[in-house]
Structure formats: structure tokens, C-alpha cells
């Protein structure tokens, strides 16, 4: 999911969408700075919470999110005598070693995209790597996504409706990725409610849709790892060919993972539920109800401006990507 | 233009939309992450923006896809990596 640029979206996201907040924060094109307008709510139409007016990410790099994929879960990774596991002191390890590889392929004269960068702009490039390759762990899910309505509702003076989400920020930013947390205990409790996951729209006072300001780089990067996360599993919300292939890869290679680990006698990982062989429809409905649902439902009322370039077709028809949804596997936007 | 080009050229045509079958464009050119790579870094004006020669970018798309394809994996290949950026 490629989310650019000023010139893309002046020409695709309706002008009605588009307001010049005070400041001149607006559309820019061409712009490299990114910047995401505020909108008004009062010439907002329906989902109006991000107003998208420039580049989130526009960085090759996220190509290189699983990059050396060593097909090993970070279970397996942080269980001694684990190399990734000394190297990285327990921290989201496996993530940590995508990057790391990534930038040494990088530090190569011959592939270094970013050699003609000024030192800072390279520096601002890591760091925007980083946080996002670091956001895409499994176990953080819950905190990315809560990061996110928090970062939303934090300037919505009713926030009190999101205190369901918000519960769920418990765990800390750099815990270890195999401590068991919160998505991971509800891919345990087989079919159970999930509706607390899914924050509700803020709103002013007045009833229309609260508007955040992207501009502040926290709150961007807020919003580029929860959007970098479901890009990762966008495929889910995708059309049935695409649906079905991105799921048959997956099973097999969590198959693997599932084998390796029992060998190794550790815990079996939650989405497998540690059932030989894998029941393939049973993890659909794991993967659909406890990963793509929360993320999609977090984005929901953001999506429609933010994904303007991959779906300009569904620009004005939430109701379309609901019944994507639906067809693969039943889930539905809140 | 042969029938293979011009399947190539749809599948590349659909890159904006949310149809865009990256799966598709795998078996037609078994390279799909240097294909959609080039192809957005263009349409964004990444080259310009990063200043990036073409050669450059052209070994980091291929080091990037062997370095995910060479790991042999069914799901966390270059597929993967390259559906978070198309």
C-alpha cells in the first residue's frame, strides 16, 4: 500500500475532501515534505478524519519489511541459544533483524538508494524504517492500533467513547515479542468478542467526525505503522484469486513454523492453535476476526481519503469494501 | 505486441487499483517486485525525489528480490514484500 503523493492526490481525492487549514498545511505538489491537511468538519462529508493532502510513506524501503525472512516465528527466535536473540536482547527480534539486514544491504555502494540523500534526509529515512519495520510485530499489534485511536482521539474532546480502545494499551512499546499479550490471549479464546477492538468513530460535540492533525510527526507516525501493518495484510480485503492465493502461502509457510516449534517444544503459536494438521478454515476465520478486522475497523473511518490511490473506484462506496470483506470470510467494517 | 507482453502490459495497467493481481504479475514475469518497483518508483518520481540513478535502483529491486526469494519461503518471499508497497 503506497500512500502518495501531493500531485496523485490532488488530481484523485475530491476537492470537497480537501481543506486548506489555517497555516497553509494544504495539498502540495511535488511536495517531499509529508503532509497530511486538517480537515474541516463542518465541509466534511461522511469520512472525513484524515484529510490526506501529501506523502505518508513514500520510501522504497518498505519493500524490504520481511526482508532475509528466516521463515522462523520470534517464539522460536528468542528461545536460547538463538544468535537474533543475543544480538537484539529479546526486543521484537525478528523485526529487528529484517532492518538491520536491510540497512547492511543498503550500506553496499552499488545498491544504495539513498546515497545521493543529505545526511539528515538519510537519517530521517532510517528512523522512518525503523519504526515502522519495528510496528509490523505480531505481539504489537494491539498497542499499534491503539497508539492510533489514541493519537485520533486524543484531540477529540469527547474521547470518553474510545476508552474501550484504549484499554488495550497496556503492554509496553518494547516488551519482549515472545511475552504473550492481548492479541495473542484472544487467538487463544477461540470465536470470542472482539468488539472492543474496534474503536468507534471520534466526534466533536456537534456530531460531525473529529479531524487530527497529521502534521505533528508522532501522530504521523502513529498513522504510518498502523497503515504500513494493514497493507501487510491487505491482501485479506482484496478480491477472491488474490484472497485465496496470499492464504494458501501462509498456511503453508505457518505449517512450517508450526512443526519447527513443536520440534523445539515451545508454545504453539496462537493462530495455529497447535492443531496437526492445520485446520485451514479455522485459521481464516482466526486471521479475519483477530488481525485484519481490529486493523481495518481502526482505519475504517480514515481509509476511505488515506487509500484514495489504491482505491479510487471505492472512493465513495464504503459499502463495496464491506462486502470485499465479507466475501473473504465474513468480517465487517464497524 | 505477443499475447504474453500484452498480459504483462493489463496486469501493469491495474497497478492503482485495489485489483491489482500481483499474484498474476508473478507468473507472468516471475519477478514481480522489480517490475511494480520500477514501475511505482517512476510513477511517484522516487528517482528524482531520492536522486537515485537508474542503476541503482535497479540492483537494489533485484538484491531485494533474491534476497526474500532465496530464503525459499511459500508466504515471506518478495510477493510479500512488494503487496505492502503496490
Known sequence: MFIDSGGYAASHVRAAKIHQPEGGAGVRPGSAVPVLGMCDPRKCCSVPILSYSGPIYDDPLVCQQDFHHPGLTNLFLVSPPSDQQLLFNDVRVLEAYHCTDAFLFLREERNNILASLTLPARQEVRHRTIAFVMGMCLAGQDETISEFTHSVCEDAPDSASMASTSSDSSNSANGPAAEPNKVQNRLSSAGGNRGSLVPATPRSTNGAPKCVDYTRPQKRESLLRVVTRAADISCAARNWSMYSSWMDGQALELKRQAQIDRISKLQPLPLTEGKDPLDKLRLQQQIMRSLVKPLFAALAPASVVVSTHIVPQLENNEAELQARLLQNGGVLLH | ?86
Open chain 2, 1 to 86: 505486441m505477443d499475447s504474453h507482453a500484452q498480459q504483462l502490459a493489463d496486469v501493469m495497467d491495474r497497478i492503482d487499483s485495489w485489483d491489482f493481481n500481483i499474484f498474476q504479475l508473478e507468473q507472468l514475469c516471475g519477478r514481480p517486485l522489480l517490475y511494480v518497483g520500477m514501475a511505482l518508483c517512476h510513477r511517484w518520481g522516487l528517482s528524482e525525489k531520492f536522486n537515485i540513478s537508474d542503476d541503482a535502483l535497479l540492483n537494489f529491486l533485484i538484491g531485494v528480490e533474491f534476497g526474500y526469494n532465496g530464503m525459499q519461503r511459500s508466504f515471506h518471499n518478495s510477493l510479500h514484500g512488494m503487496i505492502c508497497w503496490s
